[in-house]
Protein backbone atom coordinates (compact mmCIF):
# COMPACT_ATOMS: atom_id res chain seq x y z
CA UNK A 1 0.00 0.00 0.00
CA UNK A 2 1.01 3.70 -0.88
CA UNK A 3 -0.43 6.98 0.61
CA UNK A 4 0.59 10.74 -0.27
CA UNK A 5 -0.74 13.89 2.07
CA UNK A 6 -3.22 16.65 0.78
CA UNK A 7 -2.59 19.40 1.95
CA UNK A 8 -5.73 20.21 -0.08
CA UNK A 9 -7.26 17.46 -2.17
CA UNK A 10 -9.37 18.55 -5.22
CA UNK A 11 -10.80 15.27 -5.59
CA UNK A 12 -12.74 15.76 -9.43
CA UNK A 13 -15.88 17.34 -7.39
CA UNK A 14 -15.19 19.15 -4.47
CA UNK A 15 -12.21 20.61 -2.11
CA UNK A 16 -11.28 19.22 1.31
CA UNK A 17 -7.96 19.80 3.58
CA UNK A 18 -5.51 18.25 5.27
CA UNK A 19 -6.06 14.20 3.79
CA UNK A 20 -4.41 11.39 3.19
CA UNK A 21 -5.09 9.07 0.28
CA UNK A 22 -4.07 5.11 0.37
CA UNK A 23 -3.80 3.63 -2.99
CA UNK A 24 -2.36 0.69 -4.76
CA UNK A 25 -3.48 0.19 -8.54
CA UNK A 26 -7.08 2.13 -7.21
CA UNK A 27 -7.82 4.29 -4.24
CA UNK A 28 -8.44 2.40 -1.37
CA UNK A 29 -9.12 5.02 1.70
CA UNK A 30 -8.58 8.71 2.27
CA UNK A 31 -8.74 9.65 5.87
CA UNK A 32 -7.71 13.29 7.61
CA UNK A 33 -5.42 10.56 10.38
CA UNK A 34 -2.10 9.21 9.11
CA UNK A 35 -2.08 5.74 7.70
CA UNK A 36 -0.44 3.60 10.35
CA UNK A 37 1.39 1.79 7.56
CA UNK A 38 2.63 1.74 3.86
CA UNK A 39 4.65 3.38 1.59
CA UNK A 40 4.61 7.57 1.80
CA UNK A 41 4.89 9.10 -1.75
CA UNK A 42 4.73 12.77 -1.51
CA UNK A 43 3.01 15.87 0.05
CA UNK A 44 1.43 18.80 -1.60
CA UNK A 45 -1.59 19.91 -3.53
CA UNK A 46 -3.23 17.11 -4.88
CA UNK A 47 -5.92 16.54 -8.24
CA UNK A 48 -6.71 13.67 -10.65
CA UNK A 49 -5.11 12.99 -13.38
CA UNK A 50 -6.16 15.43 -16.17
CA UNK A 51 -8.57 13.67 -19.35
CA UNK A 52 -8.66 15.43 -22.42
CA UNK A 53 -11.95 14.69 -24.27
CA UNK A 54 -10.52 15.47 -27.78
CA UNK A 55 -7.41 15.13 -29.65
CA UNK A 56 -5.37 13.89 -32.33
CA UNK A 57 -2.34 13.25 -30.18
CA UNK A 58 0.18 10.56 -31.63
CA UNK A 59 -1.86 10.98 -35.06
CA UNK A 60 -0.27 14.41 -36.09
CA UNK A 61 3.03 13.77 -34.34
CA UNK A 62 5.72 16.59 -32.71
CA UNK A 63 8.62 16.87 -35.15
CA UNK A 64 6.82 15.28 -38.48
CA UNK A 65 6.31 16.63 -41.22
CA UNK A 66 2.52 17.60 -42.47
CA UNK A 67 2.71 14.51 -44.85
CA UNK A 68 2.83 12.36 -41.87
CA UNK A 69 -0.17 13.52 -40.46
CA UNK A 70 -3.02 10.33 -39.97
CA UNK A 71 -5.80 11.57 -39.03
CA UNK A 72 -7.67 11.40 -41.45
CA UNK A 73 -8.26 7.96 -43.89
CA UNK A 74 -9.27 9.60 -46.99
CA UNK A 75 -10.16 6.09 -49.05
CA UNK A 76 -13.89 6.75 -47.67
CA UNK A 77 -16.24 8.83 -46.54
CA UNK A 78 -18.71 6.76 -44.44
CA UNK A 79 -15.75 4.58 -42.66
CA UNK A 80 -16.89 3.93 -39.23
CA UNK A 81 -14.32 0.80 -39.14
CA UNK A 82 -11.21 2.94 -38.60
CA UNK A 83 -10.01 2.75 -35.25
CA UNK A 84 -7.95 6.09 -33.94
CA UNK A 85 -5.68 4.19 -32.00
CA UNK A 86 -4.33 2.26 -35.54
CA UNK A 87 -2.74 5.26 -35.99
CA UNK A 88 -1.25 6.34 -32.90
CA UNK A 89 2.71 5.93 -32.21
CA UNK A 90 3.58 6.40 -28.74
CA UNK A 91 6.50 7.46 -29.31
CA UNK A 92 5.22 11.23 -30.08
CA UNK A 93 7.21 13.72 -27.94
CA UNK A 94 4.08 15.12 -27.13
CA UNK A 95 3.01 12.36 -24.57
CA UNK A 96 5.83 12.98 -22.51
CA UNK A 97 5.05 16.84 -22.13
CA UNK A 98 1.50 15.92 -21.17
CA UNK A 99 2.23 13.26 -18.72
CA UNK A 100 4.69 15.84 -16.99
CA UNK A 101 1.69 18.61 -16.92
CA UNK A 102 -0.83 15.72 -15.37
CA UNK A 103 -2.68 14.83 -18.60
CA UNK A 104 -2.72 11.21 -18.59
CA UNK A 105 -5.21 9.95 -20.34
CA UNK A 106 -6.43 11.36 -24.38
CA UNK A 107 -9.65 10.99 -26.34
CA UNK A 108 -7.98 9.97 -29.62
CA UNK A 109 -10.64 11.08 -32.85
CA UNK A 110 -10.04 10.64 -36.48
CA UNK A 111 -10.48 14.07 -37.77
CA UNK A 112 -13.10 15.36 -39.17
CA UNK A 113 -12.78 15.44 -42.87
CA UNK A 114 -15.39 12.65 -43.43
CA UNK A 115 -18.31 12.17 -42.87
CA UNK A 116 -18.07 9.50 -40.43
CA UNK A 117 -14.50 9.00 -39.60
CA UNK A 118 -14.26 6.01 -37.08
CA UNK A 119 -14.11 4.89 -33.62
CA UNK A 120 -12.38 7.19 -30.96
CA UNK A 121 -10.16 5.63 -28.05
CA UNK A 122 -9.34 6.31 -24.83
CA UNK A 123 -5.06 5.89 -24.19
CA UNK A 124 -3.16 6.34 -21.67
CA UNK A 125 -0.25 8.85 -22.59
CA UNK A 126 1.77 7.16 -19.81
CA UNK A 127 2.83 3.92 -22.01
CA UNK A 128 4.90 3.14 -23.93
CA UNK A 129 3.04 0.94 -26.75
CA UNK A 130 -0.48 1.34 -27.98
CA UNK A 131 -1.38 -2.19 -26.20
CA UNK A 132 -0.77 -1.06 -23.32
CA UNK A 133 -2.11 2.37 -23.69
CA UNK A 134 -5.19 1.25 -25.20
CA UNK A 135 -8.07 1.92 -22.23
CA UNK A 136 -11.18 1.89 -24.00
CA UNK A 137 -13.36 2.79 -27.18
CA UNK A 138 -15.18 5.93 -26.54
CA UNK A 139 -17.51 6.37 -29.78
CA UNK A 140 -17.44 7.06 -33.58
CA UNK A 141 -16.60 10.65 -35.03
CA UNK A 142 -18.85 12.34 -36.89
CA UNK A 143 -18.50 15.47 -38.75
CA UNK A 144 -21.36 18.27 -39.91
CA UNK A 145 -20.18 21.83 -41.19
CA UNK A 146 -17.46 22.83 -43.47
CA UNK A 147 -14.80 20.20 -42.86
CA UNK A 148 -16.50 17.38 -44.34
CA UNK A 149 -17.49 19.32 -47.62
CA UNK A 150 -14.21 20.62 -47.71
CA UNK A 151 -12.68 17.24 -49.29
CA UNK A 152 -13.92 16.65 -52.44
CA UNK A 153 -10.92 15.55 -53.91
CA UNK A 154 -10.68 12.46 -51.74
CA UNK A 155 -11.62 9.74 -52.56
CA UNK A 156 -15.77 7.99 -51.78
CA UNK A 157 -18.94 10.00 -52.09
CA UNK A 158 -18.08 13.18 -50.85
CA UNK A 159 -20.86 15.80 -50.10
CA UNK A 160 -20.59 19.49 -51.41
CA UNK A 161 -23.06 21.39 -49.14
CA UNK A 162 -24.44 20.74 -45.35
CA UNK A 163 -27.31 19.38 -47.14
CA UNK A 164 -26.00 16.60 -48.78
CA UNK A 165 -23.74 15.57 -45.77
CA UNK A 166 -27.04 15.16 -43.78
CA UNK A 167 -28.53 13.19 -46.37
CA UNK A 168 -25.83 10.77 -46.35
CA UNK A 169 -26.34 9.74 -43.14
CA UNK A 170 -30.13 9.67 -43.33
CA UNK A 171 -30.00 7.42 -46.13
CA UNK A 172 -27.55 5.24 -43.90
CA UNK A 173 -29.54 5.60 -40.85
CA UNK A 174 -32.58 4.51 -42.80
CA UNK A 175 -30.76 1.31 -44.50
CA UNK A 176 -29.70 0.78 -40.66
CA UNK A 177 -33.22 0.90 -39.76
CA UNK A 178 -34.75 -1.30 -42.54
CA UNK A 179 -32.33 -4.05 -41.75
CA UNK A 180 -33.09 -4.23 -38.34
CA UNK A 181 -36.77 -4.45 -38.91
CA UNK A 182 -36.00 -7.07 -41.30
CA UNK A 183 -33.98 -9.42 -39.04
CA UNK A 184 -36.71 -8.96 -36.23
CA UNK A 185 -39.38 -10.12 -39.05
CA UNK A 186 -36.71 -13.06 -39.83
CA UNK A 187 -36.08 -12.41 -43.30
CA UNK A 188 -32.55 -11.47 -43.19
CA UNK A 189 -29.92 -12.78 -40.99
CA UNK A 190 -26.88 -10.62 -39.47
CA UNK A 191 -24.45 -12.61 -41.78
CA UNK A 192 -26.01 -11.43 -44.78
CA UNK A 193 -25.56 -7.70 -43.49
CA UNK A 194 -22.86 -5.21 -45.02
CA UNK A 195 -19.93 -4.31 -42.23
CA UNK A 196 -20.81 -0.32 -42.46
CA UNK A 197 -25.01 -1.06 -42.42
CA UNK A 198 -23.92 -3.21 -39.29
CA UNK A 199 -22.54 -0.22 -37.43
CA UNK A 200 -25.09 1.89 -38.52
CA UNK A 201 -26.97 -0.69 -36.80
CA UNK A 202 -25.16 -0.48 -33.65
CA UNK A 203 -25.45 3.07 -33.45
CA UNK A 204 -29.17 3.13 -33.57
CA UNK A 205 -29.46 0.95 -30.99
CA UNK A 206 -26.93 2.47 -29.08
CA UNK A 207 -24.14 0.51 -28.93
CA UNK A 208 -22.26 3.66 -30.16
CA UNK A 209 -22.06 7.31 -29.31
CA UNK A 210 -21.99 9.55 -32.09
CA UNK A 211 -18.16 12.31 -31.33
CA UNK A 212 -19.61 15.12 -33.83
CA UNK A 213 -17.53 17.90 -35.13
CA UNK A 214 -19.86 21.34 -34.55
CA UNK A 215 -18.86 24.16 -34.59
CA UNK A 216 -21.95 26.63 -35.25
CA UNK A 217 -25.01 27.36 -34.11
CA UNK A 218 -27.38 25.79 -37.48
CA UNK A 219 -24.60 23.03 -37.63
CA UNK A 220 -26.02 22.64 -33.65
CA UNK A 221 -29.64 22.49 -35.41
CA UNK A 222 -28.66 19.68 -38.02
CA UNK A 223 -27.37 17.74 -35.20
CA UNK A 224 -30.59 18.01 -32.76
CA UNK A 225 -32.40 17.18 -35.82
CA UNK A 226 -30.89 14.02 -36.44
CA UNK A 227 -30.61 12.84 -32.83
CA UNK A 228 -34.15 12.94 -31.92
CA UNK A 229 -35.06 11.74 -35.81
CA UNK A 230 -32.63 8.21 -35.17
CA UNK A 231 -32.38 8.41 -31.00
CA UNK A 232 -28.95 8.72 -31.17
CA UNK A 233 -26.34 9.02 -28.35
CA UNK A 234 -24.22 12.05 -29.15
CA UNK A 235 -21.73 14.51 -28.27
CA UNK A 236 -21.52 17.70 -29.51
CA UNK A 237 -17.52 18.51 -30.19
CA UNK A 238 -16.39 22.17 -30.42
CA UNK A 239 -18.99 24.19 -30.65
CA UNK A 240 -16.62 27.48 -30.62
CA UNK A 241 -18.69 29.59 -33.25
CA UNK A 242 -21.59 29.17 -30.68
CA UNK A 243 -21.84 32.67 -29.35
CA UNK A 244 -25.69 32.86 -28.08
CA UNK A 245 -27.20 31.53 -24.75
CA UNK A 246 -30.20 30.58 -26.16
CA UNK A 247 -28.28 28.32 -28.86
CA UNK A 248 -26.41 27.15 -25.85
CA UNK A 249 -29.85 26.40 -23.92
CA UNK A 250 -31.16 24.58 -27.04
CA UNK A 251 -28.32 22.19 -26.84
CA UNK A 252 -28.99 21.61 -23.18
CA UNK A 253 -32.31 21.41 -23.46
CA UNK A 254 -31.75 18.61 -26.12
CA UNK A 255 -30.01 16.58 -23.78
CA UNK A 256 -26.76 16.82 -25.45
CA UNK A 257 -23.58 17.06 -23.24
CA UNK A 258 -20.92 19.04 -24.70
CA UNK A 259 -16.99 18.27 -25.20
CA UNK A 260 -15.62 22.19 -25.56
CA UNK A 261 -12.99 23.85 -27.21
CA UNK A 262 -10.24 23.94 -28.60
CA UNK A 263 -9.42 27.49 -26.61
CA UNK A 264 -6.84 30.01 -27.71
CA UNK A 265 -6.07 28.79 -31.15
CA UNK A 266 -6.57 30.83 -33.96
CA UNK A 267 -10.38 31.01 -35.42
CA UNK A 268 -8.49 30.04 -38.95
CA UNK A 269 -11.79 29.78 -40.84
CA UNK A 270 -15.48 31.25 -41.50
CA UNK A 271 -16.59 28.61 -39.58
CA UNK A 272 -15.02 30.20 -36.34
CA UNK A 273 -15.89 33.74 -37.34
CA UNK A 274 -17.56 34.22 -34.08
CA UNK A 275 -15.37 32.05 -31.79
CA UNK A 276 -14.45 34.16 -28.84
CA UNK A 277 -13.51 33.25 -25.17
CA UNK A 278 -16.16 35.53 -24.00
CA UNK A 279 -18.62 32.74 -25.11
CA UNK A 280 -17.95 31.01 -22.17
CA UNK A 281 -20.17 33.03 -20.20
CA UNK A 282 -23.12 31.87 -22.28
CA UNK A 283 -22.04 27.99 -22.13
CA UNK A 284 -21.88 28.34 -18.48
CA UNK A 285 -24.96 30.71 -17.81
CA UNK A 286 -27.08 27.67 -20.24
CA UNK A 287 -26.34 24.43 -17.60
CA UNK A 288 -25.11 22.61 -20.31
CA UNK A 289 -22.76 19.78 -19.27
CA UNK A 290 -19.39 19.87 -21.01
CA UNK A 291 -16.26 19.37 -20.57
CA UNK A 292 -12.65 20.42 -22.19
CA UNK A 293 -11.03 19.35 -25.57
CA UNK A 294 -7.24 20.22 -26.68
CA UNK A 295 -7.88 19.23 -30.06
CA UNK A 296 -4.34 18.33 -29.95
CA UNK A 297 -2.05 19.72 -32.02
CA UNK A 298 -5.01 22.69 -32.28
CA UNK A 299 -3.17 23.78 -28.89
CA UNK A 300 -1.06 21.75 -27.20
CA UNK A 301 -2.24 19.31 -24.62
CA UNK A 302 0.30 20.22 -22.13
CA UNK A 303 -1.58 23.77 -22.31
CA UNK A 304 -5.35 22.54 -21.55
CA UNK A 305 -5.58 22.99 -18.06
CA UNK A 306 -4.42 26.89 -18.83
CA UNK A 307 -7.73 27.54 -20.48
CA UNK A 308 -9.56 27.45 -17.87
CA UNK A 309 -8.89 30.57 -16.82
CA UNK A 310 -11.05 32.26 -19.00
CA UNK A 311 -14.13 30.52 -17.13
CA UNK A 312 -12.70 31.71 -13.41
CA UNK A 313 -12.89 34.98 -14.88
CA UNK A 314 -16.83 34.61 -15.19
CA UNK A 315 -17.06 33.15 -12.02
CA UNK A 316 -16.79 29.50 -12.23
CA UNK A 317 -14.95 27.90 -8.56
CA UNK A 318 -12.18 26.18 -8.60
CA UNK A 319 -13.49 22.89 -7.75
CA UNK A 320 -15.72 22.80 -10.61
CA UNK A 321 -13.31 24.32 -13.13
CA UNK A 322 -11.09 21.24 -12.12
CA UNK A 323 -14.29 19.01 -12.69
CA UNK A 324 -14.09 19.63 -15.91
CA UNK A 325 -10.97 18.10 -16.95
CA UNK A 326 -11.88 15.11 -14.50
CA UNK A 327 -14.73 13.83 -12.94
CA UNK A 328 -17.14 15.60 -15.85
CA UNK A 329 -14.81 14.29 -18.67
CA UNK A 330 -14.97 10.89 -17.20
CA UNK A 331 -18.45 11.29 -17.34
CA UNK A 332 -19.20 12.44 -20.96
CA UNK A 333 -17.14 9.99 -22.24
CA UNK A 334 -18.77 7.00 -20.39
CA UNK A 335 -15.90 5.97 -18.30
CA UNK A 336 -16.90 5.07 -14.60
CA UNK A 337 -12.88 4.60 -13.06
CA UNK A 338 -11.30 7.40 -13.81
CA UNK A 339 -11.94 11.41 -12.92
CA UNK A 340 -12.27 11.31 -8.92
CA UNK A 341 -10.01 10.47 -6.25
CA UNK A 342 -12.42 8.17 -4.12
CA UNK A 343 -12.09 4.94 -2.94
CA UNK A 344 -12.51 2.38 -6.02
CA UNK A 345 -11.09 4.96 -8.81
CA UNK A 346 -7.85 3.89 -10.32
CA UNK A 347 -5.00 5.99 -8.54
CA UNK A 348 -4.02 8.24 -11.23
CA UNK A 349 -3.41 11.89 -9.88
CA UNK A 350 -0.72 14.81 -9.72
CA UNK A 351 0.90 16.13 -6.95
CA UNK A 352 1.58 20.17 -7.31
CA UNK A 353 4.09 21.93 -5.54
CA UNK A 354 1.13 25.07 -5.03
CA UNK A 355 -1.86 26.19 -5.74
CA UNK A 356 -2.27 24.28 -9.35
CA UNK A 357 -4.04 27.73 -10.54
CA UNK A 358 -0.96 30.10 -10.11
CA UNK A 359 1.57 30.40 -12.61
CA UNK A 360 4.35 29.59 -10.69
CA UNK A 361 2.84 25.97 -9.80
CA UNK A 362 3.68 22.58 -12.02
CA UNK A 363 3.31 19.20 -11.07
CA UNK A 364 6.13 17.60 -8.87
CA UNK A 365 4.85 14.21 -9.11
CA UNK A 366 2.20 12.31 -11.64
CA UNK A 367 0.96 8.97 -10.74
CA UNK A 368 -0.62 6.92 -12.76
CA UNK A 369 -2.63 3.97 -12.02
CA UNK A 370 -0.55 3.35 -8.77
CA UNK A 371 2.53 4.06 -10.03
CA UNK A 372 5.05 7.30 -10.57
CA UNK A 373 5.13 7.93 -14.28
CA UNK A 374 6.98 11.40 -13.44
CA UNK A 375 8.73 13.11 -10.99
CA UNK A 376 10.63 15.99 -10.93
Not at 183 to 195: A, Q, S, Y
Amino acid sequence: MKYVKARLLYDGKTIRKDQYVSFDDKITSIDDKKPLNGDFIGEGIITPAFIDSHSHIGMVRSGEPSAEDESNEQMENLFPLVRAIDSVYMDDSAFAESVENGVLYSTVLPGSGNTLGGKASLIRNFKSNITDAFFMDIGIKMALGFNPRSTTSWKGTRPTTRMGAAALLRESFYSAQKAINLIKKGKKDIDEIEPLTEVFMDILRGKYKLMVHTHKEDDAEILISLKNEFGLKVVLNHGMDIHTLAAFRRIKENGIPIVYGPMDSLPYKVELKHESWRNVQFLMESGAKFSMMSDHPVILQRNIFLTMRHFLRFGMDRAEAISKLTSESAEILGINNLGQINPGFLASMVIWNDDPFALTSHPVKVIGEGNIVYEE
